[in-house]
């Protein structure tokens, strides 16, 4: 007996394709496209058929695992999209790095009273709230916010209700969009609500949000930054060319003609070699110094990458630690 995938899946198929965007479902959703309810090994057969001739796949597999279980219903072009955007994402911070951008904003509805919208906003030490049908609303009524409050009632507004004094339009940005991008967005709106995939609201952003969050970014950048001058003024003129270029790695086509042409791995590796560290004369460690500075260098990687939110506060202190250590020694 032949199973074979209805008029539906062909039409689900055709949506994938043209949309670039998966589709999820259970397994139990994708055999009734087949007319048929159980995972038997001959429908199974007929089921992969259906996916190869449609360029389909299922992650994870729809062959095992709970039948109720979500899955998605996907190809390799989406799966490469979403491999290139991932990498993507850890080279460009986005506006989902901020906490605020995943946080569910407090929202208030057109209809309530106007004395209800002051008191959140003074209990919560808010200027401004999103005006919404309900917290996972894709659509958003206008923002309320003591300027617009104060605003009509300068022109001698005496309604109630928020829908007499909140402003129609808001800025609405995607969670995707690339932080620098946003700062200027935010610079101009004084505030914007950011979507998600789904298209909820999903957060609400300030000037204040983006700033605590290019702090956070920049202050490891700053400290790596102080420690790589540091570690380059240790090393300065202490070494030949031939000897720099000994411990370059890799077959790239980089010239090494002074300190500043390594990397910071060859600048350790430099350091570990005993005829190199008897040159540089200082009262110190050999091994504690370079373990301190590769340790530093697994941290520096990650803030390379913009992945500061792996960061601890530990790895913070040793960063700052070691900053103020090294300016020590050079004083």
Partial sequence: ?????????????????????????????????????????????????????????????????????????TTEKIINKKKQEKEIDTIIPRVKLLEAANTKPTYITKSDTIEKAMTIMMENDYSQLPVMNSQSAKQVDGMISWHSIGWKKALGKNQKTVSDFMNKGCTIINDTCPLLDAVEIVQKNEVVLIRDKSQSICGLVTITDIAEKFYALAEPFFIIGQIEAAIREILDDKFSVEELQK??????????????????????????????????????????????LDNIRLIRNDVMHFNTDNIDDEQKYMLRKTALFLREILN
């Fill in 1 to 73: 007996m032949a199973y074979l995938p209805n008029k539906e899946f062909k039409e689900l198929s055709q949506k994938i394709h043209k949309s670039l965007d998966s589709v999820e479902l259970t397994p139990k959703e994708l055999l009734a496209y087949f007319g048929v309810t159980t995972r038997r090994t001959n429908v199974m057969w007929w089921v992969d058929r259906a996916l190869k001739e449609n360029d389909l796949q299922t992650i994870p597999s729809y062959k095992s695992g709970w039948i109720h279980a979500k899955i998605e219903l």
């Fill in 247 to 292: 411990v370059k790695y890799g077959e790239d086509n980089r010239e090494i003609q002074t300190i500043s042409d390594l990397t910071f791995s060859e600048y350790i590796q430099l350091m570990r070699q005993d005829e190199n560290w008897q040159k540089l004369k200082l009262p110190l460690d050999k091994d504690e110094l370079t373990k301190r």
